[in-house]
């Protein structure tokens, strides 16, 4: 099972931006749909963006402020957030899910171990 490992949370301004990275121990292009979920106190975890072979999709809340992208020659995919709002303050996980299962067979997710992204003045 492919593990995960986030880094680049942090304390950002209003309006600021941030680069999350997630690297994972094996390749993961063309195995593995990608994805960065997040969760705010009292809050559940909830989509941001995901990746497949290259094809990308955004929670509305984030398109046009984040990209999700997957450098597979370092194992390692990033979620840029520009124009951040306090809004996205949340402890940000990344996950992946094996292409050839469905994506209900939720005991097939590889969650990392999350990192803080606290948006404030």
């Known amino acids: 099972q492919v593990q995960l490992v986030e880094s680049g949370g942090g304390l950002v301004q209003p309006g600021g931006s941030l680069t999350l990275s997630c690297a994972t121990d094996?390749?993961?292009?063309?195995?593995?749909?990608l994805g960065w979920y997040r969760q705010a106190p009292g809050n559940q975890r909830e989509l941001v963006a995901t990746?497949?072979?290259?094809?990308?999709d955004y929670a509305d809340s984030v398109k046009g402020r984040f990209t999700i992208s997957l450098d597979d020659a370092k194992n390692t995919v990033f979620l840029q957030m520009t124009s951040l709002k306090p809004a996205d303050t949340a402890v940000y996980y990344c996950?992946?899910?094996?292409?050839?299962?469905?994506?209900?067979?939720?005991?097939?997710?590889?969650w990392g171990q999350g990192t803080q992204v606290t948006v404030s003045s």
């Open positions: 990746i497949t072979n290259g094809v990308a």
């Open positions: 094996e390749r993961t292009l063309g195995i593995y749909h």
């Open positions: 996950n992946a899910h094996p292409i050839t299962m469905p994506r209900g067979r939720t005991e097939f997710d590889r």
